[in-house]
């Protein structure tokens, strides 16, 4: 099993930055290819961003590049997303996920991952 703890949200204004943590325990974390999603009121969780095993590899969803950058730090067994220039439509819980994956690839689909964390919540105001 492997246990997710994601930290870091709040309540900021538009044009502020955040810094997403997810912390990651259980297995051995450089094992899993990661993801940060987000779901808002009354939608569907929808994909944010995604790093290979090794961190080599990364994806963002297309409307939220050049604002977003995701790293992991294989030594801390830590994730993060920077979040800069956040507009109120980032607004939403946002979730790291974890898959394991024997190559370096990055997994952008929900289905694809079996752990996740609780959530953090994200709240932009105009």
């Known amino acids: 099993q492997v246990q997710l703890v994601e930290s870091g949200g709040g309540l900021v204004q538009a044009g502020d930055s955040l810094r997403l943590s997810c912390a990651v325990s259980?297995?051995?974390?450089?094992?899993?290819?990661m993801g940060w999603f987000r779901q808002a009121p009354g939608k569907e969780r929808e994909f944010v961003a995604a790093?290979?095993?090794?961190?080599?590899?990364?994806s963002n969803a297309d409307s939220d590049r050049g604002r977003l950058t995701l790293s992991r730090d294989n030594i801390k067994n830590m994730m993060y997303l920077q979040m800069n220039n956040l507009k109120p439509e980032d607004t939403g819980a946002y979730y790291c996920?974890?898959?394991?994956?024997?190559?370096?690839?990055?997994?952008?689909?929900?289905?694809?991952?079996?752990?996740w964390g609780q959530g953090t919540q994200v709240t932009v105001s105009s």
């Open positions: 259980g297995q051995k974390f450089r094992d899993y290819a």
């Open positions: 790093v290979s095993r090794g961190g080599g590899i990364t």
């Open positions: 996920a974890a898959q394991y994956r024997p190559q370096e690839v990055v997994v952008t689909a929900a289905h694809e991952y079996d752990f």
